[in-house]
């Protein structure tokens, strides 16, 4: 089958051996899949990886220098079960979603940062059928593939504590923070108070629901929530995840804010903390989501109570994937491209609004 | 009137004007203040004050590089009522204490940290009247010196919203980190475990209520940690302040760990963003404490609630405050260090328990 692998730093396009499922596993035709911003951090920062494996555990067998297929933000139509899956609730030719964790024996192995099993960025995955959820109410392909960054947006709101009443401010509008914007608009905050340094999605952000959208080089995004509120309790979301930003914000910060961490900065970061001291900032990290929030998500996309079509701005082929890494170097040119296997290979606008499936 | 004065980064014996009580002052004899390792730390690193004036507002009118008088955990007798008392709680010959701010005009002068104002390290002051709480039940003076620093730990833990079933880590073992030991035991949070290099604080330490005290060069906290616990959410209590002691924290904690920053740490710091986003570590910096939490300290001290007396290990005349700030680069010799004007200058050794006043 064709993928577009991680290898030495570059993407590349190959053909790889077709996937088998083991026990548990669903075999999937991928419709669509997410380019995240984390994996264009992990093409270039590979080398982090170790420092987190040693940290924590997770990733812990991945070998960023040997070949990988990213990919973890797909949806896919089921095309054969395999052994053990006795009494899951897919079948073949349902389109699903799923957390990108797949039961590989006793192992957790991470979809999309494994040497063993491909992501989404091929014709072909495997996927632990127990964890499959179909995609409901006619929902279409493209709005489905959104519903894993979403979660990320889901998971930051509710880790961050934000109550009815308090300020949001949101540092950054990318594919993250303008999920953010959305499930705060979502819940009622207000103001929602956004900066970011590209027009498009400072328009974006706007449409998705925030109050006041800035651009941080003609004003601080503090000094815009001092303009039109200045009172309230405040949470910001830094989404920017880029070394620097996180003293900016303590230092710009009332005090007694709180920050929620959902940009992944890849490299160390350097803060002054007696600043963060004496205001008594809160720093909240943030990863991913549950597997409620991840369900939550999906079930809001179909039902229409958050639209997430605005994000959508192209789609590649496997082919095209490494020139579509390229391009969302370009904040101003795309926001969310998805990977369509059956698409043709160069990238193509889409309109905001995808046709259904 | 004799003080111990701040000059160009170094402690100086200098006679001072006698201050002058204004409206709502209370002038006052010091009989004894504590030596705080923030007052070590502005004296080494004055440069950094700008930063936090430019970012918080705190400490904007005091200049460094001009004389100044610290000491803000003081104890004192009223000896003179300035205009505009009327109605005030305390009358000359009252043993008093109070949050360390002045009321001068319209400004707000932080006690200790005034180019205008002496702070403790000297013979006579000026407090807020209004502000003044009589020490209760004949408690002497020495254990009374004790309500600030004390106030600092019992604000740190009300901060950190540690619960029972919790565990406790306590990272250092300095006078905050103590004051922290004793507030977690008086709350009976178990375990509490501690870890500090020096083995006098280690021992006392474990006499002020840790279960669990580790020199981290044998044995890290988390280590510890793991043999007499390991399944209760944890609360880390960061009370070291120096650089990298923040990112080897978050490199160490177990996954949602909350870590409380009580450490006073002046000078840029690094971490790895990237492992607390992970761990989803939560970051809350402290400072200070509230009126209430500072009046509810000096209950509990003069009830008998908590026993501050171990923590007392010398006292100072004024003329000998600069070897006092040397003996306490060594935290072998000294843990808090009362300088009581009426005292000879040389720095003498308190046997833990200090005699009733």
Not at 88 to 113: H, R, T, Y
Not at 195 to 205: D, K, V
Not at 309 to 329: E, H, K, M, S, Y
Request: charged fraction near 20%; charge should be negative; include cysteine.
């Amino acid at each position: 089958m064709r993928a577009a692998v991680a290898r030495a730093g570059r993407m590349v396009a190959a053909d790889l051996p077709e996937p088998e499922p083991g026990d548990g596993h669903a075999l999937v035709a991928v419709k669509a899949c997410g380019i995240c911003g984390s994996d264009l951090h992990t093409l270039r920062h590979a080398h982090h990886m170790l420092d987190v494996a040693e940290a924590t555990g997770v990733g812990g067998a991945f070998d960023p220098e040997l070949d990988y297929v990213m990919g973890h933000e797909y949806v896919a139509e089921v095309l054969e079960l395999g052994p053990a899956t006795d009494g899951v609730a897919i079948a073949s030719g349902d389109l699903v979603v799923s957390i990108p964790v797949l039961i590989a024996g006793m192992e957790l192995v991470p979809i999309g940062f494994s040497n063993d099993f491909a992501g989404g960025y091929a014709e072909r995955m495997l996927l632990t059928a127990g964890a499959c959820i179909p995609v409901p109410n006619g929902l279409d392909h493209r709005r489905a593939a959104l519903t894993e960054p979403m979660a990320v947006g889901l998971h930051s709101v509710n880790k961050s504590g934000i109550k009815p009443g308090d300020a949001a401010l949101v540092v950054g509008c990318g594919p993250i923070g303008l999920a953010i914007v959305v499930w705060l608009a979502a819940q009622g905050i207000e103001p929602i108070v956004a900066s970011e340094l590209s027009p498009r999605r400072r328009t974006l952000a706007a449409e998705l629901g925030a109050h006041v959208v800035v651009d941080p080089r003609e004003e601080p995004i503090f000094d815009a929530w001092r303009r039109v509120d200045g009172m309230r309790s405040v949470v910001v979301y830094e989404a920017v995840g880029v070394p620097g930003i996180l003293d900016t914000v303590i230092f710009d910060a009332p005090s007694q804010a709180r920050v929620l961490i959902a940009g992944v900065c890849m490299e160390p970061d350097t803060i002054r903390p007696l600043i963060g001291v004496v205001k008594e900032i809160n720093l909240q990290f943030a990863f991913g989501y549950d597997p409620v929030e991840f369900a939550e998500t999906l079930r809001a996309i179909a039902e229409g109570a958050i639209d997430v079509a605005p994000l959508i701005t192209g789609r590649v082929g496997i082919d095209g994937v490494a020139d579509a890494f390229d391009a969302l170097a370009d904040p101003e040119a795309h926001v969310k491209v998805l990977v369509e296997p059956d698409a043709p290979a160069d990238l193509t606008p889409l309109g905001g609004t995808p046709p259904g499936h």
